[in-house]
């Protein structure tokens, strides 16, 4: 199978849990000594094959799951635990919820005793390319192949909405679950721009003629978490770039082509928010705030836009005062102009929060139930209603009460149809995360201009083609 290159070599690793006094086993590998090639161990627990039990699970094998807790909470994850325990009530289930995944996981893969389920998501995941180049991910295509929860006659993966099996697969096996059908936009609050009467801009020349409305108003057009989500703001500019080239844009990206990040529509994007840095569109201190920080900043006025995904009314409901109505809406990303090659209502959409069962889990067969139950029609809709987010499940938010964001994002999803785009280079190749991270940083910071931002990703694009050791993913 292909597999990409991970982002730290073995000694690399090595040197770095040691220094953290996380190294428990003389000699391991990178995360495993003794991990077995994806798709289970022999040691996983073991239960009879049926129609009410597809993947054989071992009803009183116990269940260990680890939670994310970020954007989504963890509250729906115990909801399916609930669902779990519900059809296996011997099993002994339990639930850990964290945001140091590395730095609690990593120990628990190389000593072979990693959970049952992991939720490798955040700032301090386990990238992807390590996970599944040291063969630590079991292969969830029996999954995908069992009938789901719902429904026998139906498969699992004919459950899901496009672009979640292609997402998760590395070579030819599929690994990873990314649950959520996450959608990228620009949010604003909908009575604000009411009360103002501003218009939600379609394209750059509005998007910028409106920030100077905004900044005469004396409040910030934009605001962005410069000490760890700068990069969040990448879907302003390299989402304009898309749509208005075409998915070609991007092809060329992940494709890791000469030239890629120097397409003239890429260029002019980035331009467009180098001249927002120089106009003052970005509120001021945004480059020491966290996330959450400048989040609640802009829920309290003191900006219009942030660039985001749809976790975000979720991750901030603990900010919103009693009695206010925000009104938390998205707006796609505006064209450059009308000649583009997408419409405007186009949108970003990636499958993401990775869902993987470990290969050298205790009860592996245990781990791919729980991940059934999580698509049925129950699990996925409980998460839509605690998270305000839609999962990528088929129907998961039909019928059921949506608060302000997700009826906004219900909508726009609605009206891109099958306008979508997404990119996977951050994905194949883990190199591009905190090079993002960075260089978005010094953009929007004003030490640097469109021109660097942009030699500094096809510098990287460069390096990662000319290396033979690393394995190539092409769309």
Same mark, same amino acid.
């Given at each position: ?48 094959? +049926?129609?009410?039990? =597809?993947?054989?699970?071992?009803? #009183?094998?116990? $269940?260990?799951? %680890? *939670?994310?807790? &970020?954007?989504? @909470? ?73 009938? +789901?929860?719902?429904? =026998?006659?139906?498969?699992?993966? #004919?459950?899901? $909405?496009?672009? %979640? *099996?292609?997402? &998760?697969?590395? @070579? ?304």
């Amino acid at each position: 199978m292909n597999r990409p290159r991970p982002g730290l070599d073995r000694r690399q690793f090595l040197q770095r849990l040691a220094a953290a006094g996380l190294l428990t086993v003389p000699g391991a590998g990178l995360l495993s000594a003794c991990a077995t090639g994806g798709g289970g161990t022999t040691t996983s627990a073991q239960g009879e094959v +049926s129609a009410q039990n =597809p993947l054989g699970v071992a009803a #009183d094998a116990p $269940l260990d799951v %680890v *939670i994310f807790n &970020g954007g989504y @909470g963890d509250e729906y994850a115990r909801f399916h635990q609930e669902l779990y325990k519900g059809r296996y009530s011997n099993a002994n289930v339990k639930h850990s919820a964290t945001v140091d995944i590395a730095p609690e996981m990593q120990p628990r893969f190389v000593s072979g005793n990693p959970p049952d389920v992991l939720d490798d998501s955040g700032a301090q995941k386990i990238e992807y390319a390590t996970l599944v180049s040291e063969n630590q991910l079991a292969d969830l295509g029996p999954l995908l192949d069992a009938p +789901s929860w719902d429904d =026998p006659n139906v498969p699992v993966r #004919d459950t899901l $909405l496009p672009g %979640v *099996i292609e997402q &998760g697969t590395f @070579g030819d096996k599929f690994l990873i679950l990314n649950y959520v059908y996450e959608t990228y936009a620009i949010w604003y609050s909908k009575p604000l721009f009411d009360q103002r009467g501003w218009q939600v801009p379609t394209t750059w020349d509005e998007l910028m003629a409106l920030c100077a409305q905004i900044k005469a108003a004396g409040i910030a057009p934009f605001a962005y978490g410069g000490t760890n989500a700068a990069d969040y703001v990448l879907d302003l500019n390299l989402g304009a770039a898309i749509k208005q080239g075409g998915l070609d844009v991007v092809r060329r990206i992940d494709n890791l082509e000469p030239g890629a990040w120097t397409q003239d529509t890429v260029l002019a994007a980035t331009q467009g928010v180098e001249k927002m840095v120089r106009d003052g569109y970005f509120m001021p201190g945004s480059e020491g705030l966290k996330h959450t920080e400048a989040q609640a900043q802009w829920m309290e006025g003191q900006a219009a836009f942030y660039v985001s995904g749809s976790w975000l009314e979720n991750e901030m409901k603990s900010f919103t005062k009693p009695g206010q109505d925000f009104g938390m809406a998205m707006a796609p990303v505006p064209v450059l102009d009308s000649s583009a090659a997408m419409p405007v209502e186009a949108l970003r959409t990636q499958p993401a929060e990775a869902f993987m069962v470990p290969a050298r889990a205790a009860n592996v067969n245990g781990g791919m139930e729980y991940l059934r139950i999580m698509l049925s029609k129950e699990g996925a809709g409980r998460f839509a209603e605690l998270t305000a987010s839609v999962p990528g499940v088929k129907g998961a938010t039909d019928g059921i009460e949506k608060t302000p964001a997700l009826d906004s994002l219900s909508a726009g999803l609605d009206a891109a149809g099958s306008n979508v785009f997404n990119w996977q280079f951050r994905t194949w190749y883990s190199p591009y995360s905190q090079l993002l991270k960075t260089e978005l940083g010094n953009l929007l910071a004003g030490r640097s201009d469109a021109a660097g931002f942009l030699a500094a990703m096809q510098a990287e694009t460069d390096r990662l083609a000319a290396d033979a050791n690393v394995t190539k993913y092409s769309r």
